[in-house]
């Protein structure tokens, strides 16, 4: 009886949630590189090397928090390709303005692994970086990060495809 009735609860439960409508983030616009062979040359070197990243995340943070959007750091050095390739990802003409209504970006300059480790270490991750570019997504109202499990995931970047790369931001969109 105890079996029956719980297989009973099963089989409502998975029927309410192949009904229940999907909650998803806004789809990535799609873009039109296929590879990031066509990406425009050279690539960028989007990491300001003498900013002051305390003040760039800080303006970022309040700015993210003001405007309700997601605050995006980006944390990588101009000698790493795979922070180059998502910077030029990131600035194509498709992808910037959905970037940009979801989000407010704040590039620090990692150095060799040796610049603004306070940055991450403010987010619970302490020691060297295991790769970049390393993401942190916060949410500015509660300067809490959101993607713990998922800080390395682009730095390979150059073995994914732009559209993943686009797709792999989209789903950090509030």
Not at 34 to 63: G, M, T, W
Not at 78 to 85: A, P, Q, S, Y
Not at 130 to 151: C, M, Q, S, T
């Amino acid at each position: 009886m105890i079996k029956s009735v719980a297989l009973f609860a099963l089989a409502a439960l998975s029927a309410t949630a192949l009904t229940a409508p999907a909650v998803s983030a806004p789809q990535a616009p799609h873009v039109s590189v296929a590879s990031i062979d066509q990406l425009p040359q050279p690539l960028p070197f989007p990491y300001d090397e003498n900013a002051d990243a305390q003040a760039v995340v800080a303006k970022a943070k309040a700015q993210a928090k003001r405007e309700h959007k997601r605050l995006l750091i980006d944390l990588g050095g101009n000698w790493c390709l795979d922070c180059r390739v998502l910077a030029s990802i990131m600035e194509l003409p498709e992808l910037q303005p959905y970037l940009a209504k979801h989000f407010v970006i704040a590039k620090v300059n990692i150095g060799r692994f040796d610049k603004n480790g306070e940055i991450a270490a403010h987010y619970g991750i302490n020691g060297r970086l295991e790769g970049v570019p390393a993401i942190l997504v916060v949410d500015p109202a509660h300067d809490r990060l959101l993607n713990r499990d998922k800080l390395f995931a682009l730095a390979d970047a150059r073995h994914m495809t732009p559209q993943g790369l686009a797709d792999w931001l989209a789903q950090w969109v509030a």
